[in-house]
């Protein structure tokens, strides 16, 4: 059994082989009457990612203590087209009412969070929520001030000329261009030796502004706050983060004060496809030689 607590149901266990095969890390086999074990010794390749628990057609299999009559049943989207309405109607909101979310949708947002995905299924990512706008209010006041400190300090480097004009003076002018009075906000932080220290806060802020649409919550990438840690790293030190881990991404969040009636028309992207490109290539190629040899006879 060891520490994974890997268990098969005898009675219910269909010998399918699916969480034999899905096992990326290569740690289940069969046991002699057929029924899946873990492999001798492969124990630390476990990634806990437990793909073994959720693909047992019949609920057989339990690791790390985990029930499977206490997980959901996984169920088809009846309505693809509802989906891409909501990543389609999402937008960056720049203008919020001035009320707290209630605490039933603060743990809703929170509760969503252990299923993002991440690199290596490294769970360690740090979640630090400003939940209401009195908090919101102090954490404002001394960002700012931490700016203006740094700008003292440095007033001719090209950052803190920009910071002075971009959001210090309007500020002081009643204009928040950092927070844009939002009354809650999201940073994310990750360990820095984690496999993608990086990518995997994006992708959890990802997740959460799309789940946050669903729930009637406008959203809003906050990068002007990762530039003022980043020029006043002291602003950090406010977030109270475990040892050995960075913020990487900050999002606002709130009650939009603004309906948008319809989606937009955006331009699009370049989609290339290699597979088409390249049979392209070798058709161009192959009339070339085609094109040479008639020419040379």
């Given at each position: 059994?060891?520490?994974?607590n890997f268990k098969v149901d005898k009675n219910k266990c269909i010998g399918c082989g699916r969480c034999?095969?899905?096992?990326?890390?290569?740690?289940?086999?069969?046991?002699?009457?057929?029924?899946?074990?873990?492999?001798?010794?492969?124990?630390?390749?476990?990634?806990?990612?437990?793909?073994?628990?959720?693909?047992?057609?019949?609920?057989?299999?339990?690791?790390?203590?985990?029930?499977?009559?206490?997980?959901?049943?996984?169920?088809?989207?009846?309505?693809?087209?509802?989906?891409?309405?909501?990543?389609?109607?999402?937008?960056?909101?720049?203008?919020?009412?001035?009320?707290?979310?209630?605490?039933?949708?603060?743990?809703?947002?929170?509760?969503?969070?252990?299923?993002?995905?991440?690199?290596?299924?490294?769970?360690?990512?740090?979640?630090?929520?400003?939940?209401?706008?009195?908090?919101?209010?102090?954490?404002?006041?001394?960002?700012?001030?931490?700016?203006?400190?740094?700008?003292?300090?440095?007033?001719?480097?090209?950052?803190?000329?920009?910071?002075?004009?971009?959001?210090?003076?309007?500020?002081?002018?009643?204009?928040?261009?950092?927070?844009?009075?939002?009354?809650?906000?999201?940073?994310?932080?990750?360990?820095?030796?984690?496999?993608?220290?990086?990518?995997?806060?994006?992708?959890?802020?990802?997740?959460?502004?799309?789940?946050?649409?669903?729930?009637?919550?406008?959203?809003?990438?906050?990068?002007?706050?990762?530039?003022?840690?980043?020029?006043?790293?002291?602003?950090?030190?406010?977030?109270?983060?475990?040892?050995?881990?960075?913020?990487?991404?900050?999002?606002?969040?709130?009650?939009?004060?603004?309906?948008?009636?319809?989606?937009?028309?955006?331009?699009?992207?370049?989609?290339?496809?290699?597979?088409?490109?390249?049979?392209?290539?070798?058709?161009?190629?192959?009339?070339?030689?085609?094109?040479?040899?008639?020419?040379?006879?």
């Amino acid at each position: 059994m060891g520490k994974l607590n890997f268990k098969v149901d005898k009675n219910k266990c269909i010998g399918c082989g699916r969480c034999i095969s899905d096992c990326s890390c290569e740690v289940l086999e069969r046991d002699e009457n057929g029924l899946p074990k873990v492999i001798d010794g492969a124990e630390e390749r476990c990634m806990k990612c437990q793909h073994c628990f959720a693909i047992c057609p019949t609920g057989a299999i339990s690791i790390f203590g985990k029930n499977p009559d206490k997980s959901l049943k996984t169920f088809k989207i009846q309505s693809p087209e509802a989906v891409l309405n909501l990543m389609q109607s999402r937008k960056s909101i720049r203008k919020f009412k001035q009320e707290n979310l209630s605490r039933t949708t603060l743990n809703e947002l929170k509760n969503m969070l252990p299923w993002i995905p991440t690199g290596c299924n490294n769970h360690s990512l740090a979640f630090t929520f400003i939940e209401d706008m009195e908090s919101m209010k102090k954490f404002k006041k001394i960002t700012y001030q931490k700016m203006e400190e740094m700008i003292a300090q440095n007033p001719n480097t090209e950052t803190a000329q920009q910071m002075k004009t971009m959001l210090l003076e309007p500020y002081k002018a009643g204009k928040d261009r950092v927070f844009r009075n939002a009354p809650h906000a999201l940073i994310v932080s990750s360990p820095v030796d984690a496999p993608c220290a990086d990518i995997d806060p994006v992708i959890a802020l990802s997740y959460f502004e799309l789940y946050a649409q669903s729930l009637g919550v406008g959203t809003l990438w906050c990068g002007l706050l990762c530039r003022c840690w980043k020029a006043t790293p002291s602003i950090v030190d406010e977030l109270k983060l475990p040892n050995g881990y960075k913020p990487v991404y900050a999002m606002l969040f709130g009650v939009p004060d603004v309906k948008y009636e319809r989606i937009t028309q955006p331009e699009k992207y370049k989609i290339m496809s290699y597979g088409t490109v390249l049979t392209k290539f070798k058709s161009f190629v192959k009339d070339c030689e085609k094109s040479l040899l008639n020419f040379v006879k």
